[in-house]
């Protein structure tokens, strides 16, 4: 088929060509228009007419349409098949289509209108009041270890593993408000503050505060996000049994992330800890051996106190707590973007943009928990705008509301201890494998064949 209208003119070639419309163009779930479909089963027709202007600029010029027609042309019913096949390949179920709204479609507000609807106070950032945080938190951390080991019993002993973790869980946020540069705005205090409530708890700061920085830049990006980013169908196909299994079945998922940052998620490779991982650009390097040698000096004090207090105490009064904290930090990062009743859009190309991206994340409610671990379940305005403390984010969101419409999820509330959410992050890990290879607005598949071995 010729791809010009009229070559002498030097005019644009024609666009692709889409499915055949009812009725005039047509636009479903989509910005741009669909025109006629084509047949290459059918030989062209083509126009050779000529139309010759004998004078002016046009004298002796060739006018004829080069363009050729299909013979025949796909049916309505053979149209809206194909399509449907592609979109449910792509993931999108009849649940979508039934709703009336598309979660994948652009928004009809942009980055700045959301902004403008935020209060001016959310934008404060206070030190004293972000310091007064890290006092609290701090001080109930070495109250509930000194407690646990005074009383040292074995009734007392699982209630302070799980009140310590949750902490742990608490100190990791503040932290990452440094890390955003949301805890004030003096990049020192930030640093130093993000070093010693992150090395504590045997996270290296600088390391993973880029990695994070990362997740936050292309949040909602099949290949580019760094956080619980879906896997490829080919990725996914290449996993052997028991990859698939630490990826799916609980709770080898929730023990993940010292994994992840010594070795990332599957199909990338690089360490949190060292400075010439892809990671890192090399103005960062300082910055990641600092925070290394953080880290690796926490480790030595453990192994110190490990031989001061002994291995025993040392596991109850710390390690279990850590591993506590970790599933916290699974279990909650997981859940800002999995896990809703309906599917949520990952993008790719020119489908993702920031906002899109950030469109896809979800709030969640903690009952009393979100205070503990200070709102970041308020999750969908913290990644459109990480710089606003987390002391504004429920105002910031309130405000957000009516500019989101239906891209805002409402939460389902919760009872005083999140336990709702349990069965949000089973259904999701049981469904939620794979995305396709192909397609630039694609939702989760599953994976039929995987099943629990212990079953």
């Known amino acids: 088929m010729a791809s010009f209208v009229i070559s002498e003119c030097g005019l644009k070639p024609l666009p692709h060509i889409y499915a055949r419309p009812r ?17 290459k089963n059918f030989s062209d027709l083509k126009t050779t007419n000529s139309i010759k202007f004998s004078t002016g600029v046009f004298e002796d010029r060739n006018w004829g349409l080069k363009v050729s027609a299909p013979l025949k042309v796909a049916s309505i019913e053979e149209d809206e098949e194909r399509e449907e096949r592609i979109r449910y390949v792509n993931g999108f179920g009849e649940q979508e289509e039934e709703s009336g709204f598309d979660p994948g479609a652009p928004p009809p507000f942009k ?52 009140a310590q973790g949750t902490m742990f869980w608490g100190l990791f946020v503040l932290g990452h408000d440094c890390g955003h540069g949301s805890f004030s705005n003096n990049p020192k205090l930030n640093s130093v503050v993000g070093h010693l409530l992150h090395s504590s708890i045997l996270v290296p700061y600088h390391g993973w505060r880029i990695s994070h920085r990362t997740h936050h830049q292309n949040h909602g990006h099949v290949e580019n996000d760094e956080s619980w980013h879906p896997l490829s ?60 040698l953080c880290w690796t000096a926490m480790a030595a004090i453990l192994v110190g106190l490990g031989f001061t207090m002994g291995p025993t105490q040392l596991l109850k009064l710390y390690g279990i707590p850590y591993w506590i904290f970790v599933m916290w930090l699974d279990g909650v990062t997981y859940l800002h973007h999995h896990g809703h009743e309906e599917k949520l859009p990952w993008y790719r190309g020119k489908e993702w943009s920031y906002l899109r991206g950030g469109l896809t994340t979800l709030d969640r409610d903690y009952g009393w928990i979100n205070n503990i671990h200070h709102d970041i379940g308020t999750h969908v305005i913290h990644h459109l705008f990480p710089q606003i403390p987390h002391y504004h984010l429920v105002d910031a969101t309130e405000a957000a509301k009516p500019v989101l419409g239906k891209y805002y999820r409402e939460p389902e509330k919760s009872g005083p201890l999140p336990f709702h959410l349990i069965g949000s992050l089973i259904r999701s890990l049981k469904k939620d494998h794979y995305v396709s290879d192909t397609g630039d607005v694609v939702y989760y598949q599953s994976d039929a064949e995987l099943k629990d071995p212990s079953k």
Do not use: Q
């Open 23 to 39: 009725a005039g163009v047509v636009s479903r779930n989509s910005s741009k228009p669909r025109f006629l479909h084509t047949s």
């Open 233 to 292: 169908e080919k990725i996914y196909r290449s996993l052997d049994n028991v990859t698939r299994i630490l990826r799916f079945m609980l709770p080898f998922p929730m023990l993940a992330y010292p994994f992840y940052l010594w070795i990332r998620s599957p199909g990338k490779t690089g360490s949190h800890f060292d400075p010439n991982s892809d990671l890192f650009v090399p103005s960062e390097r300082k910055d990641v051996i600092t925070s290394t």
């Open 111 to 162: 980055l700045s209108d959301i902004r403008a609807a935020i209060p001016k106070h959310c934008w404060v950032k206070d030190p004293w009041k972000s310091m007064s945080y890290v006092v609290r938190d701090v001080a109930v951390v070495f109250g509930l270890a000194a407690a646990a080991a005074y009383l040292n019993n074995w009734l007392v002993w699982p209630l302070y593993w799980a």
